[in-house]
Nanobody
Framework: QVQLVESGGGLVQAGDSLRLSCAVS????????MGWFRQDLGKEREFVAV????????DYADSVKGRFTISRDIGNNTVDLQMNSLRPEDTATYHC?????????????????WGQGTQVTVSS
């Protein structure tokens, strides 16, 4: 069983940075595609970023491209999301997701395991 635990969320001001981390247990991340999604109250779960199982490819939502960076640490079995130049519209609960998918990386239904999420609130 794969377990994911997110950390690093908080309350920040617009323009600030945060670094989210997802600790993975039960399987090594070099066999898992890892994604970050976010969901605000009353809204659909939204794709944010993904890194493929071999680390060769990353993808970002247009809304975060150039501001967010996804990375992984094989030794610690963690996946991070560095978020810079935060905006109020980035406010959401951020979830880490994992799966053995190779297609449909932006679809939340393609992922098998999910973390509970960490709250990010950006004030204007």
């Amino acid at each position: 069983q794969v377990q994911l635990v997110e950390s690093g969320g908080g309350l920040v001001q617009a323009g600030d940075s945060l670094r989210l981390s997802c600790a993975v247990s039960g399987r090594t991340i070099n066999v898992l595609t890892m994604g970050w999604f976010r969901q605000d109250l009353g809204k659909e779960r939204e794709f944010v970023a993904v890194i493929t199982w071999n680390g060769d490819s990353t993808d970002y939502a247009d809304s975060v491209k150039g501001r967010f960076t996804i990375s992984r640490d094989i030794g610690n079995n963690t996946v991070d999301l560095q978020m810079n130049s935060l905006r109020p519209e980035d406010t959401a609960t951020y979830h880490c997701a994992a799966g053995r998918l190779v297609l449909g990386l932006r679809r939340h239904s393609a992922y098998e395991w999910w973390g509970q999420g960490t709250q990010v609130t950006v004030s204007s």
